[in-house]
């Protein structure tokens, strides 16, 4: 049920009396079937009375709705309205649910590399991206209202700064900020309502709809799911804190009887021909159809999403996952049973702190659906272990006394059931400021105008940090001004100030500016682009004009590829791989273990242009001092990929990345998006737009869903009504024409890669089902190899002038030509595509009818 009809001017007017738009917000709620909470009707009061709010209520009390009150009120005074969250996925989800419930020209959105209607009067974006609005243009800012969601985020020590220059530079906004963990905020009541003049009204302290139940368990994980089973406690999510060991339990679950034999007839049903196309995704497939689950951030979108639709259809009675269940994710959960009470948080293993407890614990008990939550702490494994032998002993006191305890392992942190219980009673830490100073937010604040001294001097010292800290800050800022004004991108002007009538004396005063023009949205998209685009201009279609390696088209997109996050996992499984290969060969020419050590030091993951991008960096930093902020990455994964000729599941099978399938993808997905929208039109040869479409292709393929979502974003209002449960399979992979001829290019190419290297055993694991094994492939290439003394793999070898397609209406007769070094060019790989099964496996099905001469090819 929209909300929009009660928008519609000719519909119903304005109201400006907030008893009216409680009201009429309040007729909407009910009409959905909903009753407020007192909580939410506490605060919508507060909302529409025009106080800032602080809504610190548990998980399951409804702050979502609270919001959406909030955006309505606004709306209904013509006011601007923005939604901030911590990562682009909750964003992308608020703003589908707000474009359903206000309609599509009332919602826009603003992330990092996408921006949709962003002109709307409610707009959903990440906290950087308000933080940088408010830099740059001040209390004078096109914005009235902040919904600030999860504003725990305050306290991350590395991105808090975003969450905090809001509240110390929009001073007309009204705030409404929402967590469920945020302890005692009396200092920001008081704050809020010094900097805002509004009253600060708090929403705390709320008992929770759905009450909580905990315990501590001593007996092995297995038995205590099977317990939480028999006492119908499902769905249950089992909280581990690395993706391994959630996949590493949900296989060990297997044992257990979780499903019905008519759930798992059911759950296959539902399921039907849903594409399992990947390592884990097969994998994936034998847990779901045993009623249990795995949801992590490494996974890909479309397994996630099948994992909670199945979870909230009833379908699954256990998930095995990670602790981002703590950020909100739609996953329907009765008990909450966590496998430890320590982390590694990228430094040192540690015990969760009461806020991360809570978060977790707090999505326990369904509303509407459980009567109570759940939640349930797993003892460490020695304890229980010390458990079972002391209750094998009985009341012996003898063999009580020969019990030989297990200790904890070494480098244990130690925690049990006192750590449990303090942390149920514990109130969530004190949120801790964490303001930054960087080069981009500098510029911001000059690109402003006005008094920039002033400015600047209330972002260092009028902000939530301790004395020293502030000082600390005021000294990095004049370090960055130094440097700016260096590079000659500030200037000191004299400016008149008061002239008398006569011109005969005058006042001047100092005035701060910049020297260059900053782009509208400056430090709000990709912060690289205007630096890529400058080393585009270094590369050149013709490799005798290029200062890349000769092949144009991948070196435009190893310039992309540096602008981008790295996708840690690949780059350390190719800096391992490369090791590897590097340790073997020193030790075949006999290096000594030492010398190969230090040697090892230096191999690195492959960097294509890393010279050349780095000397570009420091050129361009001259001039542009602010993108010092920024750290450039040259590395190689789209490179690789396509070097390799692999699809994406020979690439994640080759690097061993099953458990980070998800996170590659969607690198590959902005490394495509990136390249589309960052190299200019007049740039793209036929070979980059090739390569372009390729990518595309293989992301669609894999899962479609982020370029599906990011398609909707640029068409918000055509949205889709009975969507089906379970995602669509994309269009089939032969209706891109020149995405498919690639596709079909790399296969044949592969096999030219692996016949130059010999390596007859991997062609025979592509071709044995074609009749081409090992020894099929070996003997075939004997005679090419009695005549010729190698197979060439260069660019020219793979180019398009070495395969002939010859197109039907249901298969595709090719013949890759090697590239011998006669240049005879007589000798190849025949082949079949079969389009059919292509379509239905989303890659190109290639099967080898021939190998030789074009004369007399084995076959």
């Known amino acids: 049920m929209s909300l929009a009809p009660l928008l519609d001017p000719s519909a119903t007017p304005a109201p400006q009396d907030p008893d009216v738009v409680y009201s009429r917000f309040v007729e909407w709620v009910e009409g959905r079937g909903l009753t407020l909470y ?34 309505y009120a606004a709306l209904l005074e013509g006011k601007r309205s923005y939604y901030t969250a911590p990562i682009k996925a909750l964003v992308s989800e608020k703003f589908f649910s707000l474009v359903e419930i206000f ?89 809020l309502s010094a900097r805002t003049g509004r009253e600060t009204a708090t929403v705390t302290g709320v008992e929770r709809p759905v009450p909580l139940h905990y315990s501590y368990a001593t007996t092995p994980v297995h038995e205590t799911v099977e317990d939480l089973l028999a006492t119908q406690q499902a769905p249950i999510y089992v909280v581990h804190f690395s993706q391994a060991a959630a996949l590493e339990r949900a296989q060990a679950l297997t044992s257990v009887k979780v499903a019905t034999r008519e759930q798992r007839d059911e759950i296959a049903e539902l399921i039907g021909d849903f594409r399992f196309t990947t390592v884990f995704g ?53 008990t909450v049973l966590l496998t430890a009470l320590t982390k590694y948080d990228g430094t040192r293993m540690r015990q969760l702190n009461a806020r991360e407890f809570h978060q977790i614990a707090g999505r326990a008990g369904r509303a509407g659906f459980d009567t109570a939550g759940t939640v349930v702490v797993q003892a460490p494994e020695h304890e229980t272990e010390n458990a079972r032998l002391v209750a094998k002993a009985g009341d012996d006191p003898k063999k009580l006394k020969k019990v030989v305890r297990k200790k904890a392992p070494e480098g244990f942190v130690s925690w049990g059931q006192p750590s449990f219980t303090r942390l149920i009673v514990a109130e969530p830490e004190l949120l801790t400021s964490s303001m930054q100073m960087t080069s981009a937010m500098l510029i911001n604040v000059i690109g402003r105008g006005g008094d920039v001294f002033e400015n600047v001097r209330a972002l260092v010292f009028d902000n939530h940090e301790p004395r020293h ?41 100092i005035e701060i500016r910049l020297t260059v023009d900053l782009q509208p ?9 205007p630096f890529a685009l400058a080393v585009f201009d270094l590369l050149d279609p013709d490799p005798t004009k290029s200062a890349g390696t000769g092949h144009y088209a991948l070196d435009m997109i190893s310039v992309v590829e540096a602008t981008l996050d790295d996708p840690r996992p690949v780059i ?22 030492d010398q190969r050590m230090e040697l090892l030091e230096q191999i690195v993951h492959p960097q294509p242009l890393k010279e050349l991008l780095d000397e570009a960096f420091g050129t361009y930093s001259a001039t542009q001092a602010w993108i010092a902020d920024f750290e450039l990455r040259p590395k190689s994964v789209v490179r690789d990929m396509y070097e390799r000729a692999m699809t994406f599941a020979d690439y994640t099978g080759y690097y061993k990345l099953a458990r980070s399938e998800g996170l590659v993808l969607r690198y590959l997905s902005d490394a495509y998006r990136a390249a589309r929208q960052t190299i200019p039109d007049d740039a793209k040869t036929e070979e980059l737009l090739d390569l372009i479409e390729w990518l595309g292709e293989l992301v669609r393929q894999v899962d479609s869903s982020l370029l599906d979502e990011w398609e909707a974003l640029t068409h918000p209002g055509e949205t889709v009504e009975n969507a089906p449960l379970l995602p669509p399979a994309p269009p089939g992979v032969t209706t891109n024409a020149r995405a498919f001829r690639v596709l079909v290019r790399n296969e044949m190419f592969r096999r030219v890669q692996l016949a130059a290297l010999e390596k007859y055993e991997e062609l025979g694991e592509l071709d044995a089902a074609a009749g081409f094994d090992a020894d099929a492939w070996a ?18 070898a793979r180019g398009s002038a070495m395969l002939m397609i010859t197109e039907t209406r249901t298969q595709w007769n090719v013949r890759q030509i090697f590239a011998d070094p006669a240049g005879d060019h007589d000798w190849g790989i025949s082949a079949v595509v079969d389009l059919a099964e292509s379509n239905e496996q989303g890659i190109a099905v290639v099967r080898v009818t021939a190998i030789g001469a074009l004369e007399h090819s084995a076959s």
């Open 38 to 71: 007192p909580a939410q009707d506490e605060a919508i009061i507060e909302i529409v009375s025009g106080a800032n709010l602080i809504l610190s209520t548990p998980t399951g009390t409804g702050k979502s709705l609270v919001a959406v009150a909030a955006h």
């Open 103 to 191: 309609g599509a020209d009332n919602v826009g959105m603003v992330t990092g590399d996408s921006s949709v209607n962003p002109d709307a009067p409610i707009i959903c974006c990440t906290a950087e991206i308000l933080a940088n609005i408010a830099l740059r243009q001040g209390a004078d800012a096109d914005v009235d209202q902040v919904v600030m969601d999860e504003f725990h985020f305050y306290a991350d020590p590395d991105r808090g700064w975003a969450w905090q220059v809001p509240l110390l530079t929009l001073s007309r906004v009204q705030f409404i900020v929402m967590s469920a963990t945020l302890g005692d905020v009396s200092w920001l009541v008081k704050d």
């Open 282 to 334: 097969k994998t994936l497939s034998r847990l779901i159809r045993s009623g249990i689950g795995v949801h992590h951030a490494g996974m890909l979108p479309k397994y996630r999403r099948l994992v909670e639709q199945l979870a909230q259809s009833g379908l699954l009675r256990v998930i095995c996952g990670t602790d981002t269940l703590g950020v909100g994710i739609n996953v329907p959960i009765r």
């Open 469 to 509: 800290r502030q000082f600390a800050l005021a000294r990095r800022a004049l370090g960055i001004y130094r440097t700016l004004r260096t590079a000659e991108i500030v200037t000191q002007v004299s400016v008149p100030d008061v002239v008398t009538a006569d011109y005969e004396s005058f006042e001047e005063h």
């Open 521 to 529: 949205n400056f430090a709000l998209n990709q912060p690289l682009s």
């Open 572 to 593: 350390s499984q190719q800096q391992f791989q490369a090791r590897g290969e590097a340790v073997a060969a020193m030790k075949a020419e006999g290096i000594e273990y």
């Open 779 to 796: 003997d075939a290439l004997d005679d090419y190899y009695d005549l010729h003394d190698d197979i060439g793999t260069n660019a020219d």
